[in-house]
């Protein structure tokens, strides 16, 4: 999350996407009934607001979209 605050226009974009993969993959297991492993996983909110300040600041165009689909992905 810290990688998305980079001043690289590239770096972000990668941040945002990677950040967007790893939330994916967490909402997907928070759907799954995962007792036998007992792996729980949670979705920090420090995440979510990460998402929302790319959405809520004057950002490249990419970033912003990344992070939309991120946030309509893990909702859905």
């Known amino acids: 999350m810290e990688t998305v605050k980079d001043k690289n226009e ?6 945002v996407a990677s950040l967007g993969e790893l939330l994916f993959y967490a909402a997907t ?5 995962n007792t036998e492993s007992g792996a729980i996983w949670e979705i ?5 607001n990460t998402l929302v300040h790319c959405l809520a600041t ?3 165009e990419t ?11 893990i909702t859905a």
């Open 10 to 15: 590239k770096v972000r974009r990668k941040a």
């Open 29 to 33: 297991q928070l759907d799954d009934d």
């Open 44 to 48: 920090p909110e420090s995440a979510v």
């Open 58 to 60: 004057n950002e490249d």
């Open 63 to 73: 970033v912003r979209f990344y992070a939309c689909k991120t946030l309509e992905n």
